[in-house]
């Protein structure tokens, strides 16, 4: 395979996973803005016991949208 081949192999590769990964963060913002009304929605009701469920459902979701963010990092040069 030439050089140049390799390449847009790879930024093909790059770019796939750059799109999955914002396809992801697009469903987990989706997952939070719902368990926000819901959140809300309990609160208003004046319903106490209801509100911890989603705010730890949102964490979860924020701990794994920052995750998925970081695996977009480039990774760092590595010291030889």
Do not use: H, N
């Not at 847009?8 to 987990?28: A, D, F, G, K, N």
């Not at 459902?57 to 995750?67: H, I, N, P």
């Amino acid at each position: 395979m030439s050089p140049a081949a390799q390449l847009r192999r790879r930024r093909v590769q790059e770019l796939t996973r750059i799109y999955t990964v914002m396809s992801c963060l697009l469903i987990l913002l989706v997952a939070q803005v719902v368990l926000l009304l819901v959140g809300v929605e309990g609160f208003l009701r004046g319903e106490q016991q209801r509100l911890l469920a989603p705010a730890l459902a949102s964490g979860a979701c924020f701990a794994a949208a920052a995750r998925l963010m970081r695996s977009l990092a480039p990774a760092p040069p590595s010291t030889r």
